[in-house]
């Protein structure tokens, strides 16, 4: 049974440009959340998707969008690239309407983004 | 605002010591609360959650949570600390779509 994947596994950029992070949830799960966790910082939502729809989202701009697929893997994007936006990007998956503050969420290994 | 505070970034302890990690939480309305744990080269997976009952909860590997309302507290607990619980552990509180975590604890267990 395969956990959360996610591609790829590091990536770089530079300032201005976009990117596309990608996440297939664990078998059986059709909820996936994202967290972008910068260097000594514990993961901060960015949004979490159900049923192909965006139900909850943090506190990040509009810079960041994502999708989620009828099979329930998942896409982060993000426009315009800032240095800032350079952290480590975590997919998490989850069985159920819940919601990431109420169900046990299994998390991917990660995509390692600098931004040059 | 939601927010989760740990008060200690950086934890050393000897094998057989006995663990207790912080956490402090701010959330308007019912909450829920976890633990996530790291080990080095592995993903983030839950340790223990609570969201009613016994205040006193009990995780794997030996791991124990109490909720004290009054103090908005949440803190992890184990009597004796293990080489391989070597990790960083994330508090973290939540409610419907949105967990918040906080800055996490970096144990390191010596021999």
């Known amino acids: 049974d395969a956990g959360v994947t996610q591609s790829p596994t590091h990536l770089i950029k530079t300032r201005g440009q976009q990117v596309t992070l990608r996440c297939s949830p664990k078998s059986g799960h059709d909820t996936v959340s994202w967290y972008q966790q910068a260097l000594g910082q514990g993961p901060q939502f960015i949004f979490q998707y159900y049923e192909e729809e965006e139900r909850q989202r943090g506190n990040f701009p509009d810079r960041f969008s994502g999708h989620q697929f009828p099979n329930y893997s998942s896409e982060l994007n993000v426009n315009a690239l800032l240095l800032g936006d350079s952290a480590l990007y975590l997919c998490?998956?989850?069985f159920g309407s819940g919601g990431a503050g109420t169900d046990t969420q299994y998390f991917g290994p990660g995509t390692r983004l600098t931004v040059l | 605002a939601q927010s989760v505070s740990q008060h200690n970034h950086h934890v050393i302890l000897s094998e057989a010591a006995s663990l207790e990690l912080g956490c402090n939480y701010s959330?308007?309305?019912?909450?829920?609360l976890f633990w996530y744990v790291q080990y080095p080269g592995q993903h983030l997976q839950l340790l223990l959650k609570y969201f009613s009952g016994d205040p006193l909860v009990k995780g794997i590997k030996g791991f124990e949570a109490e909720f004290i309302k009054s103090k908005f507290s949440f803190n992890l607990r184990k009597p004796s600390v293990q080489w391989s619980d070597t990790a960083e552990y994330f508090c973290?509180?939540?409610?419907?779509?949105?967990?918040?975590f906080g800055t996490g604890t970096q144990l390191k267990v010596e021999l």
């Open positions: 959330y308007g309305g019912t909450v829920n």
């Open positions: 973290g509180a939540g409610g419907g779509n949105k967990l918040t």
């Open positions: 998490a998956s989850s």
